[in-house]
């Protein structure tokens, strides 16, 4: 058993800051790439950032220059600090984590429940 579990969302002006935490917990081998996707109100799921176990990180280019990305591989954590935000960014994020439950298992996609990011202008 894995669980994925986000917490840090909330209620925030426009122009303020948030900081996401995600950890994986369980049956964990390894984990590969970590990272953050959001789902606005009649949108599709969406990549907001995601990072790889060594540190190279990808951001959606609504993103770019506001949100970071970062993980501590020895706690299974992945973190999104939030600055600037946009009522845009109002949406609810998912944390994904690919992983290997077993040496002998190909690696799978586990998500959290998600965590509700609202802005307001």
């Known amino acids: 058993q894995v669980e994925v579990v986000e917490s840090g969302g909330g209620l925030v002006q426009a122009g303020g800051s948030l900081r996401l935490s995600c950890a994986a917990s369980?049956?964990?081998?390894?984990?590969?790439?970590m990272g953050w996707y959001r789902q606005a109100p009649g949108k599709e799921r969406e990549l907001v950032a995601a990072?790889?176990?060594?540190?190279?990180?990808n951001y959606a280019d609504s993103v770019k220059g506001r949100f970071t990305i970062s993980r501590d591989n020895a706690k299974n954590t992945v973190y999104l600090q939030m600055n600037s935000l946009k009522p845009e960014d109002t949406a609810v994020y998912y944390c994904?984590?690919?992983?290997?439950?077993?040496?002998?298992?190909?690696?799978?996609?586990?998500w959290g429940q998600g965590t509700q990011v609202t802005v307001s202008s």
């Open positions: 369980g049956r964990i081998f390894r984990i590969n790439a």
């Open positions: 990072i790889t176990r060594g540190g190279t990180t």
């Open positions: 994904n984590a690919n992983l290997y439950t077993s040496t002998l298992l190909m690696p799978k996609d586990y």
